[in-house]
């Protein structure tokens, strides 16, 4: 390795062999020559947005060794870069992450950074619910750019939680903020927002078992939602309606699922957010578009509900393992005590 020398020599180093290994650029960066960038400046203790004038500094060989085991992992062991940094870039800042919690990508972040708009120009938010928060990128980024706002961030993996208050406590927004362990809404009786965000799990089963190495590192339970997608996002819609104010909106990212969610709910007037690059599978619904549509909604999700449960009793009875994620998530009785954890 003599013959790589500078910052600029190791980036195109790794970039090669990135790319020579045939990686998956899914997890906040989007190519290879980004991801060699954040990784050598990372190791070399520099800013992420450091000058390209010192692309000619000479590196010594301690810091070349250190480089090349971040290069090691990233290829033989597919961790995404962000969990080796053990930061990521969302809606303009800095978040911890870990495998605690799925890598921060949601196109939400467009979203936020333009305070919603036009989608609550009418709206007073007051309260704001982030529901399957993960590491609360939504929820906190939400707080940091709306500072008269109070959040909620839900959900049911108690290591997320752990994830999130490490976020409260890093942009101190405690006395915003709550963290609330439940399985969506069971335990937010009586609580109602202005507006719900949520970016809940909705990739197929089929789709997991073709993802790259990658996603392996991330939790499963934020990943998958059955063989639709839409397990979790149909009771969601059911139970949504329930925790909006009257004037509420509910956002809610469903990925590739949204086609499978149009043809389950053709009369649901969804609107598909228009991001800079186009839809990417994020809805926006007011709370009278779900009172109306009511009665569809609830017939969809109950008929999910029955099959889900016995699909569960199915396996139950072939095998004594637990059953599945999604399976476990049938009913809001299903799962719990819930913890509320106020960082």
């Not at 969302?90 to 467009?110: C, H, M, N, Q, Y």
């Not at 016995?310 to 004594?320: C, E, G, L, R, Y």
């Amino acid at each position: 390795m003599d013959e790589l020398k500078t910052l600029r020599d190791f980036i195109r180093y790794g970039a090669s062999q990135f790319g020579r290994a045939g990686l998956s650029f899914g997890h906040s960066y989007d190519n290879a020559l980004d991801e060699a960038t954040q990784l050598v400046l990372h190791a070399l203790h520099l800013p992420h947005d450091l000058s390209p004038v010192y692309a000619g500094a000479h590196l010594t060989t301690r810091e070349k060794a250190q480089i090349l085991g971040l290069f090691r992992r990233r290829i033989d062991e597919r961790i995404p870069a962000c969990y080796l940094i053990g930061e990521a870039w969302f809606a303009g800042l800095a978040f911890k992450t870990d495998a605690r919690a799925l890598v921060p990508r949601s196109p939400i972040a467009e979203l936020i950074q333009a305070g919603y708009s036009p989608w609550l120009d009418s709206v007073q938010v007051e309260r704001m619910l982030d529901l399957c928060c993960g590491g609360g990128c939504i929820g906190i980024a939400s707080a940091v750019h709306m500072p008269d706002w109070q959040v909620d961030c839900v959900d049911l993996s108690a290591d997320a939680l752990a994830l999130a208050a490490d976020n409260v406590e890093r942009f101190e927004v405690g006395e915003r903020v709550r963290l609330v362990r439940s399985d969506l809404f069971a335990a937010l009786a009586g609580e109602r927002y202005q507006l719900i965000v949520s970016n809940p799990p909705y990739v197929t089963e089929g789709e997991y078992a073709a993802m790259p190495g990658e996603y392996s590192h991330e939790p499963r339970l934020g990943l998958t939602s059955g063989a639709d997608g839409l397990d979790l996002p149909l009771r969601l819609l059911a139970e949504a309606a329930d925790h909006l104010e009257p004037d509420g909106v509910l956002i809610m990212e469903v990925g590739e699922a949204e086609r499978a969610l149009q043809r389950l709910l053709p009369q649901v007037p969804f609107a598909w957010v228009e991001f800079r690059v186009g839809q990417m599978g994020v809805f926006v619904l007011r709370r009278e578009d779900l009172v109306e549509h009511a009665a569809q909604i609830q017939a969809v999700w109950q008929q999910r509900r029955g099959e889900l449960s016995t699909t569960a009793a199915a396996s139950s009875q072939a095998s004594t393992h637990p059953a599945s994620a999604n399976e476990a998530r049938v009913g809001s009785d299903d799962v719990g005590p819930f913890d509320v954890l106020d960082p």
